[in-house]
């Protein structure tokens, strides 16, 4: 094993935790601002990647751009409307009624899946824009990949602007802050957390929409990559935007490096992780002591 491919196996890490970060970015907003545990969050992600598996079979392979547009609003919409007419019912009766909503939407969709797609994996239809890959340290990085890198750069970078630049971000985080006094001021937070949950499940439909051109739509696979997410979020701390980003990093290099390791314990190096930063440091490395 020479430097040379460990340099690759770290890329190959850094392009999946790229992907999960649009995944676990919507989990920790949708927490931080909201306060809500929407462990639906990877089942909307599975959504988008089934719907653009469908226009890409009935489209063609150039299909998934429209797919690639489509999908996140398709999933936005479902986020938002079950926001206003199913969390916002068990707001301030603690995480449990949350998460029982949360259960029930998972097994909705999943026979949803079942009856439209059938149980068997999908593959999506490859633009050819992402065939091939380029030569990097002795292994080839693929096009879907380096796509995934560059998307989630975008959006972290658009995210820390939106958040700390405009005043829109500063009303957000206000609401996340001391939501009481935010609407003592003249905010509607009611409709501001829609809007936050309906933005943040937008984000996982395009961390799905993006995952389609590399991940097969698999009935149940959502609770795989929810696990991967919720390790995340502890690492890097429960409703923290930039731990999700870093956590999210950690996390995939970690998992693409302990494959050549050991190829069977990979996960259990997640494990080990998570359960070090429980010790050390609970509220993760970039998260804050006390949430309210």
Same mark, same amino acid.
């Given at each position: 094993?020479?430097?040379?491919?460990?340099? !690759?196996?770290?890329?190959?890490?850094?392009?999946?935790?790229?992907?999960?970060?649009?995944?676990?970015?919507?989990?920790?907003?949708?927490?931080?601002?909201?306060?809500?545990?929407? !462990?639906?969050?990877?089942?909307?992600?599975?959504?988008?990647?089934?719907?653009?598996?469908?226009?890409?079979?009935?489209?063609?392979?150039?299909?998934?751009?429209?797919?690639?547009?489509?999908?996140?609003?398709?999933?936005?919409?479902?986020?938002?409307?079950?926001?206003?007419?199913?969390?916002?019912?068990?707001?301030?009766?603690?995480?449990?009624?949350?998460?029982?909503?949360?259960? #029930?939407?998972? !097994?909705?969709?999943?026979?949803?899946?079942?009856?439209?797609?059938?149980?068997?994996?999908?593959?999506?239809?490859?633009?050819?824009?992402?065939?091939?890959? !380029?030569?990097?340290?002795?292994?080839?990085?693929?096009?879907?990949?380096?796509?995934?890198?560059? +998307?989630?750069?975008?959006?972290?970078?658009?995210?820390?602007?939106?958040?700390?630049?405009?005043?829109?971000?500063?009303?957000?985080?206000?609401?996340?802050?001391?939501?009481?006094?935010?609407?003592?001021?003249?905010?509607?937070?009611?409709?501001?957390?829609?809007?936050?949950?309906?933005?943040?499940?937008?984000?996982?439909?395009?961390?799905?929409?993006?995952?389609?051109?590399?991940?097969?739509?698999?009935?149940?696979?959502?609770?795989?990559?929810?696990?991967?997410?919720?390790?995340?979020?502890?690492?890097?701390?429960?409703?923290?935007?930039? #731990?999700?980003?870093? @956590?999210?990093?950690?996390? #995939?290099?970690?998992?693409?490096? @302990?494959?050549? +390791?050991?190829?069977?314990?990979?996960?259990?190096?997640?494990?080990?992780?998570?359960?070090?930063?429980?010790?050390?440091?609970?509220? @993760?490395?970039?998260?804050?002591?006390?949430?309210?």
């Amino acid at each position: 094993m020479d430097a040379e491919f460990i340099i !690759f196996q770290t890329l190959t890490g850094v392009a999946m935790g790229a992907n999960l970060f649009l995944l676990t970015a919507g989990l920790s907003l949708i927490f931080g601002v909201v306060s809500v545990v929407n !462990f639906a969050h990877a089942t909307f992600y599975m959504l988008a990647i089934y719907i653009c598996y469908s226009l890409s079979l009935l489209l063609g392979a150039n299909g998934y751009w429209v797919g690639f547009v489509i999908a996140p609003i398709v999933v936005g919409c479902l986020g938002g409307l079950s926001e206003r007419f199913l969390f916002s019912r068990v707001y301030g009766r603690g995480h449990y009624p949350q998460i029982v909503v949360a259960m #029930g939407l998972i !097994f909705i969709l999943n026979d949803v899946f079942k009856l439209v797609w059938g149980t068997r994996p999908k593959l999506t239809d490859k633009p050819p824009l992402f065939d091939g890959g !380029f030569a990097i340290s002795g292994g080839i990085l693929a096009n879907a990949q380096i796509f995934s890198i560059f +998307v989630a750069t975008f959006m972290a970078i658009a995210l820390y602007v939106f958040l700390s630049r405009t005043k829109s971000g500063k009303i957000v985080r206000a609401a996340a802050a001391d939501p009481e006094i935010t609407d003592a001021l003249g905010i509607d937070v009611s409709r501001l957390y829609t809007i936050i949950f309906a933005f943040a499940c937008w984000l996982g439909g395009l961390g799905g929409a993006v995952a389609a051109l590399q991940r097969l739509a698999t009935l149940g696979g959502d609770m795989e990559i929810m696990l991967t997410a919720f390790i995340i979020v502890i690492v890097g701390g429960m409703g923290s935007i930039l #731990g999700s980003l870093a @956590g999210s990093l950690i996390v #995939g290099v970690i998992n693409s490096l @302990g494959i050549l +390791v050991l190829p069977r314990f990979a996960l259990v190096f997640l494990y080990i992780l998570m359960i070090l930063i429980l010790v050390v440091r609970p509220y @993760g490395l970039l998260g804050k002591p006390e949430l309210r």
